[in-house]
């Protein structure tokens, strides 16, 4: 419970300064002279890359204990953060936020494989879904205060203000947590990484369930719907402050009760069929969003729909990789599934913002939140091939036999 609560706090920092950023990245179009595709290709690659280098965590975790990689991870990512403040040119600025984001890319990987090593199957769901939750709440924190908070100190101040505590967190972290270190030992008897990248990449539910985060990468809440949705109300409909700021605000809050929510209804109906749900229920959402149009009901019910949805799916398929994969082989499973759905599943913000540049501003939004729900709808085709509850029922079997 302390990892937990320690994880959850630095996964608040991180998710904040995701909602914060689409509001930096408004002051810095102004500022810098530079245009929505370029904000789009900066926010991919930035992704792409802290997506990559999730890989290397299949090793390392073997090497070093998962609280130095996420306490000096921390460092870096709450350090770049801050520097952004004392940017001159857009280069300067875009230089440490992809160093920022590099630096927070152990906080998925590494931090859901100690919650899963040290979290039995019936309180996985719950416990990854509270560490996404948990973290949500930096989500609702800047939804609330983002705007007035840059209004009042710019967006240079609102980067300092959210770098620092990340620093403060991960010390923290590297003081407090403490790991069993029972995967590592597994992980070390099993074999070469190369040899456990082997048995992933045989597993066949393990291959389904990767494919499965790729594609709803294309409509994942945070880091992309929440970057859309924002420009999409401001850009296109050409909302007020205040009316795109509410609906934005309201966006973010779903973000904190529906993981929890979902998390304890997987833990009782089954991760697959909720999963499959959510995917839907989502696809639903960009649709009604779309078809809103200026509307201010029907676009609220479009906000909600994709609030109820589109932060579910991640911490459901996170705590299903928790259940099928084997110890031996789980910290280099979450760290292939989070390059997948960070890096490669990032590229789907290139892709939008190609769209944007090809066919403009208002038909090409336009166009992105019609893929958003094909993708949400692959994604729930994508999962229904994977055998859930055998697999959890093996490694559950296995896990009991070493205690």
Do not use: C
């Not at 870096?76 to 953060?81: C, P, R, T, V």
């Not at 100190?153 to 923290?172: D, N, T, Y």
């Not at 590592?184 to 985060?213: H, N, Q």
């Amino acid at each position: 419970m302390r990892s937990l609560g320690l994880l959850s706090v630095a996964h608040a920092i991180n998710h904040a300064q995701a909602v914060l950023l689409p509001l930096i990245f408004l002051g810095i179009i102004d500022e810098f002279g530079v245009s929505i595709e370029t904000i789009a290709f900066l926010a991919a690659i930035g992704a792409f890359l802290s997506g990559i280098v999730q890989l290397s965590y299949a090793g390392l975790t073997r090497v070093a204990s998962r609280r130095h990689l996420l306490g000096f991870g921390g460092v870096l990512f709450g350090g770049g953060f801050a520097l952004q403040a004392f940017a001159s040119s857009f280069l300067t600025f875009a230089v440490p936020n992809v160093a920022s984001r590099i630096g927070g890319s152990p906080q998925h990987p590494v931090g859901n494989g100690l919650l899963a090593e040290q979290f039995p199957t019936e309180r996985r769901g719950f416990a990854i879904s509270a560490h996404i939750a948990g973290g949500n709440v930096g989500t609702v924190v800047v939804a609330v205060i983002g705007v007035p908070l840059i209004a009042a100190v710019g967006w240079r101040g609102a980067s300092i203000a959210f770098g620092l505590p990340a620093i403060a967190v991960a010390v923290l972290i590297l003081v407090f947590v403490l790991e069993a270190g029972t995967d590592r030992a597994a992980a070390r008897a099993s074999g070469t990484v190369r040899a456990a990248f082997g048995r992933i990449l045989r597993d066949r539910d393990l291959r389904w369930l990767y494919l499965t985060s790729a594609l709803g990468g294309g409509g994942r809440g945070l880091g992309v719907v929440n970057l859309f949705a924002l420009l999409y109300m401001t850009r296109v409909l050409g909302l007020d402050s205040a009316t795109s700021g509410l609906m934005y605000g309201a966006l973010i809050v779903f973000s904190v009760p529906m993981p929890l929510v979902a998390g304890w209804l997987s833990d009782r109906i089954g991760r697959k069929p909720l999963i499959v749900g959510v995917y839907l229920g989502g696809a639903f959402g960009f649709v009604v969003f779309l078809a809103a149009g200026s509307s201010l009901l029907w676009l609220w019910v479009g906000i909600v729909l994709m609030g109820l949805f589109t932060f579910s799916e991640s911490p459901q398929l996170q705590a299903l990789l928790g259940d099928i994969a084997p110890p031996s082989s789980r910290d280099a499973s979450y760290a292939f599934y989070f390059a997948m759905a960070f890096g490669v599943g990032s590229l789907w913000t290139a892709v939008y913002g190609v769209v944007i540049e090809a066919f403009g501003e208002t038909q090409g939004l336009t166009i992105v939140f019609g893929l958003m729900a094909v993708t949400f709808v692959l994604a729930a085709l994508g999962t229904l091939p994977i055998h859930a509850e055998q697999r959890a029922r093996e490694n559950a079997a296995f896990e009991a036999a070493l205690e």
